[in-house]
């Protein structure tokens, strides 16, 4: 039998032990949410009780158990073509932008979950290919990194349920973009899969071994963090962006306050931040 309570010293320990390594910050209120995402993992790694579980994930020496419970901790939802507009905005203003680069065009998905999101960039850039009839004369680039390994695979394997595919996808993307696979999915085509590369990164760590690039999107991920961990992500991300390079972020998220590195350009719809 299983104790799926957790007590509260451990889960305050844990929610300091969440920051530090992934700065994500629990509140006082999200126990719940502890309960619901480490539950699962009991049975798996044969532990009676979730407290010890909490417990036992800080151990250093415990790899496994601590690399599972912060990949549940740090796997959000996602879905194509999310809020509609910032892959608008690439195909009307962006594209357009840098389509005299002498180099390919470096495009940077920062916590790219299950990759719906570096998958949908690269949809775009082949849609304003056909759309333009002149693309970008050099290429795109594209790099989608997330600290869970578990959903960095799912994105490399590239394939998908019929429940994923629903999520913000047309049946004329499906059949453009989309072949057939194993078991009822299917498995984006070569020629998006092929613009993307993945990569394991935490936004705590240093961003110099990706290189510069023209656009970032971060997009609903600052809103998990402390102020001063959010200032941090943004000073590494005006490192990482060329000279009047971009930085998309979620529809509800600011840098307000956070950052003066930034111009902020309004479209309609969205804003976009240009580096300074």
């Not at 496994?64 to 990949?71: E, F, P, T």
């Amino acid at each position: 039998m299983t104790d799926r309570e957790l007590d509260i010293a451990d889960y305050n320990q844990f929610r300091k032990f969440l920051e530090t390594q992934c700065g994500i910050v629990l509140g006082e209120n999200k126990m719940y949410l502890v309960k619901s995402r480490l539950g699962p993992l009991m049975s798996k790694f044969n532990i009676a009780s979730l407290s010890e579980l909490v417990r036992r994930s800080m151990a250093i020496s415990e790899r496994a158990l601590r690399s599972a419970v912060l990949d549940a901790m740090t796997t959000n939802e996602t879905l194509w073509f999310r809020d509609v507009y910032p892959f608008e905005l690439l195909k009307t203003k962006l594209f357009p932008e840098f389509s005299t680069l002498n180099r390919p065009l470096k495009i940077w998905s920062a916590a790219s979950s299950s990759g719906q999101e570096p998958y949908s960039i690269a949809m775009s850039f082949l849609e304003y290919k056909q759309q333009s009839r002149a693309g970008l004369g050099r290429g795109i680039q594209i790099i989608g990194t997330d600290i869970s390994n578990k959903v960095l695979a799912q994105s490399k394997e590239a394939e998908y349920d019929g429940l994923s595919l629903a999520r913000g996808l047309s049946e004329e993307r499906k059949r453009r973009f989309f072949e057939p696979a194993e078991g009822n999915r299917m498995r984006v085509k070569k020629e998006v899969s092929s613009m993307v590369n993945f990569r394991h990164l935490n936004l705590l760590d240093s961003y110099s071994l990706l290189g510069k690039f023209d656009v970032i999107f971060c997009r609903n991920v600052l809103i998990y963090f402390a102020p001063d961990v959010k200032k941090k992500i943004l000073a590494q991300f005006r490192t990482a962006l060329n000279p009047e390079g971009y930085l998309i972020l979620g529809a509800s998220e600011s840098i307000s306050g956070l950052s003066e590195d930034y111009k902020m350009i309004r479209c309609n719809p969205g804003i976009i931040y240009q580096r300074k």
